[in-house]
């Protein structure tokens, strides 16, 4: 696949996600970009702004299977991984899979799992299988997890811990629809809902041809240099406890690759790191002080890059 034939790739997608989401298109690319890179997403908003439908929606959209899960305080490893179970039929032991073997995972209010449960999630993000009664497992390809979470409420919660955190590529932020964009839901939804009648535009191996062809999109030294320098900024910053760490350069790496593809381009600007660096590390950072209890991630993450040399772009293509 071209790389002109990724970027049209992604337009159909938008386009078609939008007959049920209104006014997400960056979200949707954000989704997009993930699945690309093997990446995971964390949509982090109020209750009612569209996630679970979104989610529903981009994976109608590229034949992908999709599993839902509420994530609750008694929810167990095994309720996601699945079990072993005997068969009195068959006077046998078999395998019943849970809902991780799928292609997309809607980890709904996942904050809302114990630590138990979140920290099953890490071996499948990362190495793409399961380990269960001692028995390795590979998930289904491609495996995406969409985790959501409501910023506001906290009673009952377990906050995520840094480990599950680094293992998003992307933390987005859905937002509220414009008055405009509302009237034109409401006008949508009145009559019967769209998703149902959502039609798919891709599938298996057009997506594995995208994912493999991103990859050949350069990027100069210099350019490179420069996602290096805000990386080892975000770790010697008196206000940051813990910086980005050799995961998140690699991810910010892979998705300003596909930023590039998606503006056009088969290299690599300094514009790409800076679109992609806010949704690729803010979430990553832990900070210090009362710069933590308010927040500040993403103030931290502009003013370090402000604050580092942006090389020149002349010859970027040529180098």
Do not use: W
């Not at 006014?23 to 908003?45: A, Q, R």
């Not at 056009?264 to 710069?291: C, E, N, S």
Request: net charge negative.
């Amino acid at each position: 696949m071209s790389l002109q034939a990724v970027k049209q790739l992604a337009e159909d997608i938008k386009r078609n996600v939008s007959e049920v989401i209104i006014g997400k298109e960056e979200v949707v690319e954000l989704l997009f970009i993930g699945l690309l890179t093997s990446g995971h997403v964390l949509l982090e908003d109020v209750p009612g702004t569209g996630k679970t439908v979104l989610a529903k929606s981009f994976a109608k959209s590229l034949s992908l299977t999709f599993k839902r899960v509420q994530f609750t305080p008694d929810l167990l490893p095994s309720d996601l991984s699945g079990i072993h179970y005997f068969n009195q039929k068959h006077g046998e032991f078999q395998f019943r899979p849970g809902p991780l073997f799928t292609n997309l995972l809607l980890a709904d209010e996942i904050n809302r799992a114990t630590p138990r449960t979140q920290s099953s999630l890490l071996e499948c993000m990362e190495e793409r299988q399961v380990s269960i009664d001692g028995e390795t497992m590979q998930l289904n390809l491609p495996f995406m997890v969409i985790a959501t979470q409501n910023p506001i409420e906290h009673q009952g919660t377990f906050a995520l811990p840094e480990a599950q955190l680094d293992r998003f590529l992307f933390k987005v932020k859905m937002g509220y629809p414009t008055t405009e964009e509302g009237l034109r839901l409401l006008k949508r939804f009145k009559e019967h809902d769209p998703l149902e009648t959502l039609q798919p535009i891709a599938g298996s191996e057009e997506l594995a041809a995208a994912r493999q062809a991103y990859r050949s999109v350069g990027i100069a030294d210099d350019v490179l240099a420069y996602l290096l320098a805000i990386v080892e900024r975000s770790r010697t910053r008196e206000d940051v406890a813990i910086g980005v760490s050799p995961r998140g350069s690699q991810a910010l790496l892979r998705a300003s690759q596909v930023h590039a593809v998606l503006r056009g381009r088969d290299y690599v600007t300094p514009d790409d790191i800076k679109a992609m660096a806010f949704p690729t590390l803010a979430h990553r950072l832990a900070l210090r002080g009362i710069a933590r209890t308010q927040g500040q991630a993403e103030k931290v993450l502009e003013e370090i890059i402000r604050h580092i040399e942006v090389p020149a772009e002349i010859g970027l293509a040529s180098r």
